[in-house]
């Protein structure tokens, strides 16, 4: 399974953006993945954000961003979405999305990772 993260950059607090994560080399189909998607700052633990289960099922959101963050699949085209409204500074960090078999939620314990973008909010 390869994840690739794009739409990262900087931003304005008070901006939006949406992150993306294209998913390929899939072993079942993208609808059975459940996902999550991640973030590290400088210095700090990976924290994770959002998730959602697979075939569309329940999201899951980290306190942090809850209220400001929408998390989506389209499974036609393979593609994890992160919406983010709001960004505060605090919100610095390289993003990452991760994949599994397995409804994990929040946890940590994703078995398929991508390689980060950066979002910067100044």
């Known amino acids: 399974v390869q994840l690739v993260e794009s739409g990262g950059g900087s931003v304005q607090a008070g901006g939006s953006l949406r992150l993306s994560c294209a998913a390929s080399r899939l072993h079942y189909d993208f609808d059975n993945f459940s996902m999550g998607w991640f973030r590290q700052a400088p210095g700090k633990e990976r924290e994770a954000i959002a998730a959602i289960d697979k075939r569309n099922g329940p999201t899951s959101y980290a306190d942090s961003v809850k209220g400001r963050s929408s998390i989506s699949k389209d499974n036609a085209k393979n593609t994890l979405y992160l919406q983010m409204n709001s960004l505060k500074p605090e919100d610095t960090a390289i993003y990452y999305c991760?994949?599994?078999?397995?409804?994990?939620?929040?946890?940590?314990?994703?078995?398929?990772w991508g390689q980060g973008t950066q979002v910067t909010v100044s």
């Open positions: 991760a994949a599994d078999i397995r409804p994990l939620g929040l946890r940590q314990t994703y078995g398929y």
